[in-house]
């Protein structure tokens, strides 16, 4: 059982990508599982949700919060997706073989320096990346996935390790050549919507049959 969980806040994603996201796990998750997204505006939003505290942060930063290890959530295990991640095609393999790590994307142009913060998962209270946070003002660079390489101890795991050809990126493995995988990530530009293919596809266009 897990907790999948997302995070709306401000404009620069609207509740489209939390109900397109929310349609694409319960099309493609099987198994015992819960669904939030804080937010600080649930508006339209049709997908279970949770007030976002008020925390004076901007942007990414938000994202820290979620490691806060009183975070409203029911079960032990914590999947975070990141609103421009479109879920493919179903992951309940992907769920069932997680180990008690802490998982989160190689950066998809420098594999070997860079971390990705937009798909992460991690036991519930088993993490002080928050506490650490809210304690130091030392903000490396690259927002809150440098703070997260800055200072997260081992054991990590990384997906594209784990979950090779479920795990991929839109513009290196999706667009360039032509791989299929279970969750497709998007960085930068274009955002998900802005590909009629995919968006009609998988997000919010997507009809209901």
Same mark, same amino acid.
């Given at each position: 059982m897990i907790s999948i969980i997302c995070l709306k806040w401000g404009t620069l994603y609207n509740e489209e990508y939390v109900n397109s996201l929310y349609k694409g796990i319960q099309r493609n998750v099987t198994i015992p599982h819960e669904f939030i997204c804080f937010s600080e505006d649930a508006t339209n939003v049709v997908?279970?949700? !949770?007030?976002l505290p008020e925390l004076n942060?901007? #942007?990414?930063w938000n994202k820290m919060w979620l490691f806060n290890k009183e975070l409203p959530v029911k079960y032990e295990r914590i999947l975070y997706i990141d609103l421009d991640t479109v879920i493919l095609n179903n992951i309940d393999n992907i769920l069932l073989n997680l180990t008690d790590d802490f998982y989160?994307?190689?950066? &998809?142009? !420098?594999?070997? !320096?860079?971390? #990705?913060?937009g798909l992460m998962s991690w036991k519930a209270g088993n993490e002080n990346l928050w506490e650490k946070f809210i304690s130091t003002s030392h903000r490396p660079g690259h927002g809150d996935q440098g703070f997260i390489q800055a200072y997260k101890k081992e054991p990590?795991? &990384?997906w594209q390790d784990a979950f090779p050809n479920d795990v991929i990126s839109y513009k290196v493995h999706y667009l360039k050549e032509q791989q299929? #995988?279970?969750?497709l990530c998007f960085h930068g !530009?274009?955002?998900p919507h802005?590909?009629?293919?995919?968006?009609q596809k998988y997000g919010a266009l997507q009809k209901e049959t």
């Open positions: 997908a279970p949700c !949770k007030s942060l901007t #942007g990414w989160i994307l190689r950066d &998809f142009y !420098k594999p070997t !320096k860079g971390w #990705g913060s990590v795991t &990384f299929d #995988g279970k969750i !530009k274009p955002r802005e590909v009629p293919s995919i968006w």
